[in-house]
């Protein structure tokens, strides 16, 4: 896939990789160009977390996974970016918990909906979602393409993952009364901020992560997943994680 020839010895393998996948996402249409935009701007985030996923992050991944697991009927929401680099942990997290996959799409031009299927699809998934004809209902509350949802999936939803989100369909989703959850490099974003449980983690980290912690929890009493989706405190973890961040920064101004 790569074009070209990323040493695993060299210290920014991963980074490079993701972009890597991210580029490739471009030419198979997955990917937007304000994708890229959107990935360069996460990943310099990123190290404000030291490229490592700190206990709020792997705290708030536990809760996220233990809220899918009592959903009645939980959804994970795909974009171009989620779908190019985490498309067998996104399929791998909908087998464990049951979550169907969705395809939604801020830029639904002509192809891109069935290209980030394929790219689903080719990661084994085997029901995806939110294309050609299933994306058929709407969300009322917005106007841009997002609002185009299945009958099946988003629409009648009680939980929704978002990963990579935008703010505006987040509070839509909240208005509607669903649980969202989303992954975000940024805890001042809006998604971050109106989502119920905000993973403060880079995706690459964060979904294998949850993959982790489904297998870890499927089969506990819906009682004590219950009980610690409902504890989580979304504001104290942003809070949490933004006095991680500015720790961190001080510390390293005194190494300059």
């Known amino acids: 896939m790569s074009v070209i020839d990323i ?11 993701s972009r890597e996948k991210i580029v490739e996402g471009l030419h198979t249409k997955v990917v937007t160009e304000s994708g890229l935009i959107a990935h360069g701007r996460g990943e310099s985030l990123d190290y404000f977390l030291g490229e490592a996923t700190a206990s709020f992050g792997r705290a708030a991944a536990r809760a996220a996974v233990a809220r899918l697991l009592v959903s009645r009927h939980p959804v994970l929401s795909v974009n171009g ?14 087998e464990v918990t049951g979550a169907l996959l969705e395809v939604n799409l801020f830029y639904r031009t002509p192809g891109r909906e069935e290209a980030v299927e394929a790219a689903l699809r080719q990661a084994g998934a085997k029901t ?4 050609g004809s299933d994306a058929s209902a709407t969300i009322d509350e917005l106007q841009h393409a997002r609002r185009i949802v299945s009958p099946r999936g988003i629409l009648i939803a009680d939980t929704v993952f978002v990963p990579l989100e935008d ?15 989303t992954v975000d490099l940024n805890p001042l974003s809006r998604t971050a901020r109106k989502s119920h449980i905000t993973i403060v983690d880079n995706i ?24 610690l989706a409902d504890a989580w405190d979304n504001h104290a973890g942003l809070a949490e994680a933004l006095r991680y ?10 190494e300059v």
């Not at 995806?128 to 294309?131: D, N, R």
């Not at 987040?170 to 509607?176: G, H, P, R, S, Y």
């Not at 690459?204 to 009980?227: H, I, Q, S, T």
């Open 81 to 94: 970016n989620a779908a190019a680099l985490v498309p067998e942990a996104l399929v791998e997290l909908s």
């Open 245 to 254: 961040m500015a720790d961190r920064l001080l510390v390293l101004a005194k």
């Open 167 to 181: 703010g505006d369909r987040t509070e839509a989703l909240v208005k509607l009364g669903k649980s969202v959850i």
């Open 128 to 131: 995806v979602l939110g294309v």
């Open 204 to 227: 690459l980290r964060a979904l294998p992560a949850m993959v982790d912690e489904a297998r870890a929890l499927k089969g506990k009493p819906e009682a004590e997943l219950r009980a």
């Open 7 to 17: 040493p695993t010895s060299h210290p920014r393998y991963q980074s490079l990789m």
